[in-house]
């Protein structure tokens, strides 16, 4: 069965500063999709960025980024010059094609002025 | 982008009576939509996945009399919490599954989209 690990449950950072949170995997698959969600506390969940993975170039969206090891089945998200509206519990997720969302445990981020 | 829509946002029913959410794909076709329960401070955990047409299939432990999924059309699906107890109040949230590109962003085939999510308190 596929499991996504999270290890760390709360992470903080400055404002303007760079954090990374950790995720790993097992999987028996090779061809599978690697999500970041942001949850806010309006609960609302927010696909932050995607990785595919046969691709073996990390995603990136403006601020954010992966830091994709597929051998090491490790899937890490940075985020770079932190905003006070980064704060969110942020999820990592695993899926097959066609299949549901496997969610990590969470990492609560706070940004601190 | 593509856009999930739930509601009610928040319901507060009486212990013993049903009450039902709806969960629907406002621009796109949605074969597949799942539904998840969150605790607070806790991960999402998915109860069924309801497909277009057909049974829904249950997560192990998640009673399907208690819970039940209607999935008639295709940007439509409903939960129905049957019997309610207060230790079904909890956030329910659900997603569906676009079949196509979005053409927008981060959607790219494939790609599942979340409703806002729904709280149930049952006093």
């Known amino acids: 069965a596929q499991t996504v690990t999270q290890s760390q449950p709360e992470m903080s950072v400055q404002e303007a500063e760079t954090v990374t949170l950790s995720c790993t995997y097992d999987?028996?698959?090779?061809?599978?999709?690697l999500f970041w969600y942001k949850q806010p506390p309006s609960r609302q969940m927010i696909l932050v960025i995607r990785q595919e993975a046969y691709k073996q170039q990390n995603a990136t969206e403006n601020r954010f980024s992966v830091n994709f090891q597929k051998a090491a089945k490790s899937f890490s998200l940075k985020i770079s010059d932190s905003q006070l509206g980064d704060a969110a519990m942020y999820f990592c997720?695993?899926?097959?094609?066609?299949?549901?969302?496997?969610f990590g445990e969470g990492t609560q981020l706070t940004v601190n002025p | 982008g593509a856009v999930v829509s739930q509601h009610p946002s928040w319901v507060i029913c009486k212990s013993g009576t049903s009450v039902k959410i709806e969960c629907r794909s406002l621009d796109f076709q949605a074969t597949t939509m799942f539904w998840y329960r969150q605790f607070p401070k806790q991960s999402l955990m998915l109860m069924a996945t309801?497909?277009?047409?057909?049974?829904?299939?249950?997560e192990q432990g998640v009673e399907k009399d208690k819970f039940l999924i209607n999935h008639a059309s295709l940007t439509l699906s409903t939960l129905t919490v049957t019997s309610a107890h207060p230790e079904d109040s909890s956030f329910y949230i659900c997603s569906a599954r676009a079949l196509a590109s979005t053409g927008e962003g981060l959607s790219s085939g494939n790609t599942i989209y979340f409703g806002e999510g729904s709280w149930l308190t049952v006093v």
């Open positions: 999987t028996s698959e090779s061809d599978y999709y």
């Open positions: 309801s497909n277009e047409g057909s049974k829904a299939t249950y």
């Open positions: 997720a695993y899926r097959i094609s066609g299949s549901r969302l496997t």
